[in-house]
């Protein structure tokens, strides 16, 4: 297989995985909807549903998981995971705050802008790693746009 | 005003997690990835959890730990091992917009199984992520 063969078959598997973490997002919020209001609390509910998908995770992925801390990545990489699941952790709390203290068509679209702060982040932290285009730039302001007239439709 | 500030706060606590998960993965694998960063996640929430609502806890129904599973299974070992799959493979800058789109899906859903009606807001703002992935993507 040559470079730009391998190179085209990661771009098709990364852009496949992010629509498939958005459809499992976007069902997720309607669950969560019908969670919330009828079973749990909402920080409970992440908080077992975090538990009982950790559990799925380990079960399916053991041996990668063994495999991988047996040969003991370096400590930058199991500090920056740890600190992504804090800021993904902080931004789930902070979620439900402000739904606590404005409505659901103010809040959904503020945090929708979260694309924008990772560009602007991944210009600050990922400069020389990752470049970041006009037409990429352009392409989170629609989606940022975009969510926010669906939310408006919804609500 | 405090409403919308937290949910600016939540904004960059979902970035900053992409650009952290894209430095971390460079030393290991999605899988690996996603599992270490749920520990910490549960520890967190759990203690919260624990803080705030330890009388709910304890009045769970046997039915809502089903309900966690489904909800857990799609979220996580679905949605974030999918999530640092695709920042592992294409980059903060054009998976993030891409999983930003999220609210489509929702969307779709409500219309299709919700019995929700298709307004003027949720068509544009249907065509216009389809646009703003579509520049994303198209890009070399």
């Known amino acids: 297989m040559t470079q730009e063969q391998i190179d085209r078959r990661d771009a098709l598997i990364g852009y496949g995985a992010a629509i498939g973490a958005a459809a499992c997002y976007g069902t997720l919020a309607v669950l969560g909807r019908k969670i919330a209001l009828d079973i749990a609390p909402p920080l409970v509910a992440n908080t077992f549903s975090m538990i ?27 500090l920056f995971v740890a600190l992504a699941g804090c800021a993904s952790t902080w931004g789930v709390t902070f979620w439900f705050l402000a739904l606590g203290k404005a409505p659901a068509v103010l809040v959904a679209p503020l945090a929708g ?4 702060f990772a560009l602007i982040m ?4 990922l400069r020389g790693v990752e470049r970041v285009t006009i037409r990429t730039f352009i392409g989170t302001l629609m989606v940022i746009i975009g969510v926010a007239l669906i939310t408006l439709g919804i609500e | 005003m405090l409403g919308a500030a937290m949910a600016l706060t939540a904004a960059m606590g979902f970035g900053a997690a992409a650009v952290f998960a894209r430095i971390g993965l460079q030393y290991m694998r999605p899988t690996t990835g996603a599992f270490v960063s749920l520990l910490i996640g549960i520890a967190i929430t759990l203690t919260l959890a624990l803080v ?4 709910d806890i304890f ?6 730990f089903v309900w966690f599973l489904i909800t857990g299974t799609l979220n996580f070992p679905l949605g974030r091992l999918l999530n640092f799959t695709s920042v592992n493979k294409i980059g903060v800058s054009r998976s993030a917009p891409i999983i930003g789109a999220a609210p489509l ?3 779709i859903l409500g219309v299709t199984l ?14 216009v992520i389809i646009g703003g992935i579509a520049m994303i993507v198209g890009q070399k």
Do not use: C
Request: charged share 15%.
């Open chain 1, 52 to 78: 009982l998908g950790t559990l799925v995770l380990f079960a399916i992925f053991q041996s990668q998981i063994r495999a991988d801390y047996k040969v003991r990545p370096s400590r930058k990489g199991w």
């Open chain 1, 113 to 116: 802008t979260s694309p924008l």
């Open chain 1, 122 to 125: 991944t210009l600050i932290f």
């Open chain 2, 52 to 55: 705030f609502h330890f009388d």
């Open chain 2, 59 to 64: 009045a769970l129904s046997g039915i809502a």
């Open chain 2, 105 to 107: 899906f929702s969307g």
């Open chain 2, 114 to 127: 919700g019995g929700e009606s298709m307004n003027l807001f949720i068509f544009t703002g249907t065509l």
